[in-house]
């Protein structure tokens, strides 16, 4: 379709899913107390239970409380419609139990293969094709890919009832296991993401390129011809808004015109711009609260535990100068904020991923990647709202090089221990636990930094030379406690107790660690005024709740 769509320069943007992160100097560092980490299980099936029983009793000797594992619908479900078969999965659930460990299932209604990190091949139930035609079931891109990794939302009213029949049998039979399911995450779309499959190999991506829209079988085009209709009611109305000279509805088409739509700023600022946008990311919201009615519906009252999904951290092309966000639009996030009030809505907790991703490629051409920058975007936006969120890695974390494997982990509790993440997830097993179950060089490193169990410590500074509108806070050797004040970092606030003429406050901390830290004054406008003199405090923490004073 031709449109008439006024040109638009990229400086004069209102970019929606910017949001700008200051550092709050009063806000004070705290491990969530219900912190825990979970390590992700392997994609394909075990073919040696008594080798897996030995990795998960080494995940928990280290500390480790649940193992993540993907419960495939195309297995489960593969010999026919409402033809369940638990056997695999309930022996590996035996297997969790008797470690010692929690289970956390997801029951994942997308395809195993064609993702970054997979290493298996299962696709969906072969019957699921004929229960309808492929243009409702299936996603159609702008160069006109089919992708059969996951039903299409716009197939709700299948999605409903198999998903559905999914999560009842589901619960009917592991019933009996409640005592292990810490938590129960449901696939939003590919690699288990509430998101399109806008960036895939086999429709010519690549990284860092954008990525493919995904609204183009009938059935899309439709959907979004009489979304307008109901929106605007005449063509001339349409016309007015969109600056355009249509006749008819049926000349109403998603975007054909490429990267254009974006680097004539037309996704940004025309009105069929914002129009499009808002109605692609609408579908992925719609399909979240679909989703989660379903799992409410058949596991709140069996077990009892959160329910959550996964949003992918889709994190180049963020500073494009040409399409900025371009990456995200394409998966279908155009405004973070209207997402995640559906979480909050649907009542699940979140996963995110990229944690141990930096931003050194932020400006820099092709790649444009902000991954720290959008981690906090998310953390801050859920901290506000008030919804649980959980981390993961995008990308394994293992390396022979010690100080880039720890730098990356280091990343990672950065976000955990200043965002108020409530847990993490290690992609994935193999690299912390030998094929026979012994821990590889890469589980120490995990283990001093991120599994950490929570210890509540009662701080004490006493003789502080404090002025009116002055606040001790302290600081030191690891995230928990600010990293020595480092930028994106929190630190431990203490207040006037006028009775004992001392500061004095609580933080939670890793149990079992060696901190090395300081107390500071920090005056009313946020700097510092003066470090605690002398060498550092140097304290190897207790297991248990404990105390520490200061002697300025």
């Known amino acids: 379709m031709k449109r008439l769509i006024k040109q638009f320069t990229i400086c ?5 899913l910017s949001f700008s992160i200051l550092f709050v100097q009063n806000a004070s560092a705290d491990v969530k107390s219900d912190y825990k980490t979970y390590v992700m299980a392997p994609l394909t099936k075990i073919t040696n239970w008594n080798d897996f029983a030995k990795q998960l009793a080494t995940l928990k000797s280290n500390g480790v409380y649940a193992l993540t594992t993907d419960v495939w619908w195309g297995d489960v479900e593969s010999k026919g419609n409402n033809q369940f078969d638990w056997t695999y999965y309930k022996q590996y659930a035996q297997v969790v139990r008797e470690s010692g460990l929690k289970w ?13 990190g997979d290493d298996c091949n299962i696709p969906l139930p072969n019957w699921v094709w004929s229960l309808s035609t492929e243009d409702r079931l299936t996603h159609k891109s702008e160069t006109g890919y089919v992708n059969k990794e996951t039903l299409s939302p716009w197939a709700s009213d299948v999605v409903g009832t198999q ?3 999914l999560y009842a049998s589901f619960a009917q039979t592991f019933a009996g296991y409640k005592d292990i399911i810490e938590k129960i995450y449901v696939s939003g779309g590919p690699a288990g993401e509430l998101r ?32 307008m209709q109901s929106k605007y009611g005449t063509i001339s109305s349409l016309n007015n808004a969109w600056k355009t000279t249509l006749s008819s509805w049926s000349q109403i088409s998603p975007p054909t015109d490429g990267d254009n739509f974006f680097t004539s700023g037309a996704a940004y600022n025309s009105q069929y711009g914002k129009d499009f946008m808002i109605w ?15 799992a409410h519906q058949n596991f709140d009252s069996t077990f009892g535990v959160p329910v959550g999904a996964k949003i992918a951290g889709i994190h180049w092309k963020m500073n494009d100068p040409s ?43 092709p790649y444009y990647s902000a991954p720290k920058s959008l981690v906090t975007q998310i953390s801050t936006l859920s901290s506000q709202k008030g919804i649980v969120i959980n981390g993961e890695n995008a990308l394994a974390i293992s390396s022979s090089d010690a100080s880039y494997s720890e730098s990356r982990y280091k990343n990672t509790a950065q976000h955990l221990f200043n965002e108020g993440f409530s847990g993490f997830t290690l992609l994935r097993l193999a690299n912390v ?4 179950g012994t821990k590889t060089a890469e589980m120490d490193r995990f283990k001093d930094i991120l599994i950490l169990n929570p210890v509540k410590i009662n701080f004490v500074v006493k003789n502080a030379p404090t002025n009116i509108g002055d606040t001790v806070y302290l600081t030191g050797s690891r995230w928990e406690m600010g990293m020595w004040n480092s930028t994106g970092g929190k630190m431990i606030k203490l207040t006037w107790d006028s009775v004992n003429k001392d500061w004095r406050g609580t933080g939670n901390i890793a149990a079992n660690r060696y901190y090395e830290f300081k107390a500071v004054i920090v005056d009313a406008n946020g700097n510092i005024k003066y470090w605690e003199p002398g060498s550092n405090n140097v304290w190897n923490t207790p297991s248990t709740q404990g105390n520490y004073t200061v002697h300025w």
């Open 12 to 16: 004069s943007i209102v970019f929606l």
């Open 104 to 116: 956390v299932p997801i029951l994942s209604t997308h395809q195993c293969g064609g993702n970054v």
């Open 163 to 165: 998903y559905n029949e």
């Open 196 to 227: 399109y499959p806008s960036y895939v190999g086999a429709d010519g991506w690549s990284y860092p390129s954008r990525g493919k829209l995904q609204a183009y079988t009938e059935t899309a085009k439709a959907h979004f011809r009489n979304a």
């Open 280 to 294: 692609y990311q609408n579908i992925l919201v719609k399909h979240l609260a679909l989703i989660s009615s379903k």
């Open 323 to 365: 399409m900025p966000h371009v990456s995200e639009y394409s998966a279908g996030y155009y405004n973070y904020s209207t997402i995640l009030d559906q979480f909050k809505a649907s009542n699940m907790t979140l996963t995110f991923t990229c944690l141990e991703m930096d931003d050194s490629q932020a400006y820099q051409s």
């Open 433 to 436: 636990v030998n094929e026979y």
